[in-house]
């Protein structure tokens, strides 16, 4: 199995919670990273959730802001099917 980044957080009731990091890039456009992670869990459809934030890569604590525009999302949602295409995910359904 290949290496896995694997990224540790802390959830809202002070619980640990390790997460799978698939993927980090850097927006020109935007001028800020995105960190795309998920922690394993399904929602009610049976597909794995999956979560996206903004980071600083010079961050040793990698602190994790939430994304706030429309255009950061198009984004996102642009670099996730890049990547589910890449991995051939057959369940990946975009949301309406």
Do not use: Q
């Not at 540790?8 to 795309?36: M, P, Q, W």
């Not at 429309?70 to 975009?94: F, P, Q, T, V």
């Amino acid at each position: 199995m290949a290496d896995r980044a694997i990224m540790t957080a802390i959830g809202e009731n002070g619980e640990i919670i390790d997460c799978d990091v698939l993927f980090t890039f850097k927006n020109t456009a935007t001028g800020k990273c995105y960190i795309v992670y998920t922690e394993n869990t399904v929602d009610e459809h049976g597909d794995t959730e999956i979560f996206a934030s903004v980071f600083d890569p010079d961050d040793k604590t990698l602190t994790l802001f939430p994304v706030e525009t429309d255009e950061e999302w198009a984004i996102l949602e642009s670099k996730l099917r890049e990547y589910e295409r890449s991995k051939g995910a057959e369940n990946y359904r975009e949301e309406s």
